[in-house]
Nanobody
Framework: QVQLVESGGGLVQAGGSLRLSCAAS????????MGWFRQAPGKEREPVIA????????YYIDSVKGRFTISRDGAKNTVLLQMDSLKPEDTAVYYC???????????????WGQGTQVTVSS
């Protein structure tokens, strides 16, 4: 069974950095769009950022532009999310996702990671 395993969440002060990692169990993901969603308490899950098979990147939240960077390592079947200049409003559970589509939408995701908590204190 295909799996996405996340790591790297935690507690950080505002202005700090965290790096999330998502390891895919199969090389099949090299052709998928990979990305990250987040879900804050009481809110719906929303797409944050995605990277396609050709390396092109899409941002879904304007406030993370210039602060979040996504990359993928095909040899390791890994997707990384570097989060810098974190703000309290970035606090959420972050989910890695894989889809055969070129866009990230909740209904379109075929595989989800288990989620990792990111907490940014003020």
């Amino acid at each position: 069974q295909v799996q996405l395993v996340e790591s790297g969440g935690g507690l950080v002060q505002a202005g700090g950095s965290l790096r999330l990692s998502c390891a895919a169990s199969r090389r099949t993901f090299s052709t998928y769009t990979m990305g990250w969603f987040r879900q804050a308490p009481g809110k719906e899950r929303e797409p944050v950022i995605a990277i396609r098979w050709d390396g092109s990147v899409s941002y879904y939240i304007d406030s993370v532009k210039g602060r979040f960077t996504i990359s993928r390592d095909g040899a390791k079947n890994t997707v990384l999310l570097q989060m810098d200049s974190l703000k309290p409003e970035d606090t959420a559970v972050y989910y890695c996702a894989a889809t055969g589509s070129t866009r990230l939408t909740v209904p379109g995701v075929e595989h989800w990671g288990q989620g990792t908590q990111v907490t940014v204190s003020s």
